[in-house]
């Protein structure tokens, strides 16, 4: 009896070491995977800590110093900047990252989660006290918290991908050029402030308003202009395009972001050719805003106001500018005609894919990452999340089609067991639904274009029973039953099952039918003769049951 904990503990303390180890496989291959899981940390850090800050820490600045409060207000737009022009630097010196793209990760999760997990409750601690207005002391308590937490989070990133020390070592060698990008990123809003004013020139704010007008027309809208009065809209919706909307930052954004790739890479590329692309990038960021606010005005009007209003803030504005700085980026970096001396390319074949392309890791883990972070922009963006489902189809499809290789080469195969264990999971399903539900799906769907209604049901049930059945099983069981230690004994098995059961039933509302569909799949997969593709097929076979049934009854909720 006494030696059965330390076993549980050992095995337990293995399996996560497994899950969070950070070094690839192949050892020819860049340690991508620790960036990738660090990257949706980071982002999910930056939209829990906004929506904190502006939701319950509003008054900060009666409270704490006006600079802190200003500088936490937009600490997205910081961030994002850090990010990308960091990442240009290492583009262009890769050797000053060495440290952390060479260090040991051993128990990278563990300590990140030392970090993280602090960080997660203090910058939620405000939460815990909804409905109660803060003031005084205890809103200063709970803007230094969110400070903290915040610090704590972006340790937290920074863990999962080396140790400190390694960071430490990178940033000493970057010097005083990366140290300068820095903190030219941190302040990238406040320089962003400084060219307001260009907004209130007539012919900059006249020349954008009729755009507006006209592409907005278009679309069908008629809208009423005043630029005078900065308002346009149409009907019961009208907005003020202030100061964060006029697209001046995007100009700003766009000018740092190349000038500093200009300066990094000068001795690559062909300056004179490269510069002549500047004036065509601010153009894109003038006609991207111009899009942009023509978009809110069309959602406003037909859509939702509040979901117009809510949803193109300066924060996704700043996204949109970063994301048309680094294609046109790399678009550069992709045309031999602005380098001064660019290589011989070589016939493309199957072995020639980019070493991030060639790990199973990332192949299991990137597909569901894009599954759930889509699930994210349409909660976002749009008042019925559910209406997104196209939009989100067609990237997980890019995203499958990616890793593509991986699942080529996987045994597909026929199996009677997994078609049976499809079918009874799909009857369960269906026999536990909520028969109150029959029709739900009618009503978001009413009143939208027949074509819309027709593709809409088309990939919703392709999605459902191809796409889903692939994305979820390579992470919940290939990668999360093999991290877990189910090779490793009876007791790794019980382990790695339990927490990928518990993992994919917190992922469905209906947790207690998704786990026993969990173990299901689970055991087809590490039954002595069964496989991955074993699971797939049963998850097809049951997706694709409980689709046709959401079809014919009208109720979607069922998927």
Known sequence: MTGRPDIFIRSWRHSMSMFLATDIVHPGQHRMR?????????????????????????????????????????????????????????????????????????????????????????????????????????????????GIGIILLAGSVLRVVAPFPAWVRSFALGGPVLWILLGLALFLPDIGDMLFPIWHMDGVRDVTFAAVVWLSSQIGLMLISDPTGYVLGQGDFFVKVNQSCSGVEGLALTTIFMTGYMALFRKQIRLMRVALILPLALALSWMLNVVRISLLLWIGVNVSPVLAVESFHSHAGWLMFSLLSLAIIASVQSIRWFHRQPAERTPATHTDLPPILKDWNIARIFPFGVFMFTALLASTFFEDPALAYPLRFAAILGALWLFRAHLIDLPWRFSGAAMIAGAGIAAYWIATGNPEQLGEGKSFLAGLSSSFVALWIVTRIVGTTLLVPILEELFFRSYLLERFG??????????????????????????????????IFAVLALRPKGHLVDAILAHMVANGAIAVWAALSGNWSMI
């Not at 009666?62 to 994002?80: D, G, H, P």
């Not at 039933?505 to 026993?516: N, P």
């Open 34 to 146: 620790p960036f990738l899981i660090a990257g949706f940390f980071a982002a999910a850090a930056l939209i829990y800590g906004n929506v904190v800050f502006l939701s319950q820490l509003g008054d900060c600045k009666t409270v704490a110093s006006w600079k802190f409060c200003t500088l936490s207000s937009n600490f997205v737009q910081r961030a994002l900047a850090v990010i990308v022009l960091s990442g240009i630097y290492g583009f262009s010196r890769p050797r000053a990252f060495d440290p952390v793209l060479n260090g040991r990760g051993d128990g990278a999760m563990a300590a990140a989660l030392r970090l993280g997990i602090p960080g997660v409750l203090l910058v939620g601690a405000p939460l815990a006290a909804s409905g109660t207005p803060f003031a005084g002391g205890a809103l200063l308590l709970a803007v230094m918290g969110w």
């Open 486 to 519: 189910a090779s490793r004994g009876t007791l790794g098995v019980l382990i790695a099952v339990a927490v990928s059961t518990i993992a994919f039933a917190a992922l469905h509302d209906r947790w207690l039918a998704a786990a026993i569909a969990g173990c």
